[in-house]
């Protein structure tokens, strides 16, 4: 083309006054049936009107129940408890009512994904306390042990029968083995020095002999002529235990408020046990002080003998902690609380200002678990820090961390 302003005969423009309209998209019938399927179970059966759907293609089941409706019941379940409270409906547990704790979480476990029908469970034990959950051994069995699951159970432990009770036992165990194990993992390059230097060489002497482990690594040095094995090198047995060095004294407030802590407490308190050249103490206290340092080894049986509530009384603890000191400057004490407590601020410091200046290496944990965030009496925990202690938040591997080097 010659001339540049001239229109080719090919481009057809509309008049200035008439705007521009493109050919609609074509409507997936199929997506909007299914978003607007979502968005009513998230804004309940209110929506009904707003977000019409095509019913004919939802999945039914072999009752011939439709897949929607029994999502909806099983939520109407669950999340109507909260629109009751609140006002919002009228009496009644909305679409739900009459459903029973086995039904409903065999409905979660098979109308959702499994990451949403573990976070209905999560809701139903902790936000609602569906208490029916944990009180029903077969129901019991079915749940995924989650430190969550362990925290209810833990809080409803004294009033399960005990066939429950013995489900709830094994819950617990498989998560705090798990917990230890890996917490042990974790901490070994922190804590090795502690668990491993003091073992030392074992006395050379005839009666440390290992002869099961000599002979086995002489075979070849067998004599045909002499009829005797020629050793090159003896194995030995450590048949004497290092004295512990260092004596860790671990006070746990029991409160309600704590109960994350004391889970992770007793399972770091577990691992500490296993280090030869420490000697452990586990006191749990409220009001009360009780000193569990004979199952400190063992999670489970320090989980099911606290008990949760009570007073938050720190002074007899800091005396029972003070009265298992013979040699302060080989003694950590770690108070675990979040300091809120029911007797005098003024008699507890002075306390804990005289075990730091003797020597003790204090502690003081606001919260000890897996976010190390915790609310806490600041203007106490100050204080406490200005009477010599290491006061803080944190997870059980930066405290592992912070007494490695101490303990070697």
């Known amino acids: 083309m010659d001339d540049p302003d001239e229109i080719p005969p090919w481009a057809v423009l509309p008049a200035e006054d008439v705007p521009l309209r493109l050919p609609p998209a074509p409507i997936d019938e199929a997506a909007r049936n299914a978003a607007a399927l979502r968005w009513r179970l998230v804004l309940g059966r209110a929506a009904e009107e707003p977000l019409p759907h095509d019913s004919t293609a939802e999945k039914v089941n072999p009752d011939g129940a439709r897949e929607s409706g029994e999502r909806d019941r099983a939520l109407s379940a669950l999340y109507d408890r909260e629109q009751v409270a609140r006002a919002h409906r009228l009496g009644g547990q909305g679409g739900g009512e009459g459903l029973v704790a086995p039904e409903w979480l065999r409905n979660v476990r098979q109308l959702f994904p499994r990451e949403a029908g573990e976070g209905l469970e999560k809701d139903a ?57 890996q917490l042990r993992r974790d901490t070994a390059p922190a804590l090795s020095g502690a668990s491993g230097r003091e073992r030392g060489r074992p006395l050379r002497t005839f009666r440390n002999v290992d002869w099961r482990r000599t002979i086995r690594r002489n075979l070849r040095r067998w004599d045909p002529d002499r009829q005797r094995l020629v050793p090159d090198a003896v194995s030995w047995f450590h048949r004497q235990r290092a004295r512990p060095r260092w004596r860790v004294i671990v006070a746990v407030d029991q409160s309600g408020s704590m109960l994350d802590s004391v889970i992770h407490a007793s399972v770091l308190t577990a691992v500490l046990t296993g280090l030869p050249s420490v000697s452990v103490h586990l006191l749990l206290w409220d009001h009360r002080v009780v000193d569990l340092s004979a199952m400190a080894h063992d999670p489970l049986d320090v989980l099911f003998a606290a008990q949760l509530g009570g007073g938050t009384n720190l002074l007899p603890a800091l005396r029972a902690a003070a009265d298992l000191v013979t040699e302060p400057e080989h003694t950590v ?14 008699a507890c410091l002075a306390l804990a200002e005289e075990l730091a200046t003797a020597g003790v290496h204090g502690f003081g944990l606001c919260a000890l678990d897996t976010a190390g965030r915790s609310v806490h009496d600041e203007r106490f925990a100050r204080a406490l820090a200005g009477a010599g202690w290491w006061v803080g938040a944190v997870t059980p591997l930066k405290l592992a961390e912070r007494l490695g080097p101490l303990l070697r």
């Not at 004490?333 to 003024?346: I, N, Q």
């Open 125 to 181: 034990l902790v936000r609602y306390g569906l208490i029916e959950l944990v009180t029903e051994p077969g129901v019991l069995r079915s749940l995924a042990p989650t430190q969550d699951l362990v925290k209810v159970i833990l809080q409803y432990k004294d009033h399960m029968p005990p066939p429950v009770l013995a489900e709830a036992r094994k819950i617990v165990r498989t998560v705090v083995d798990t917990m230890t194990d």
């Open 333 to 346: 004490l770690a108070v675990v609380s979040d300091f809120h407590l029911h007797d005098e601020h003024s």
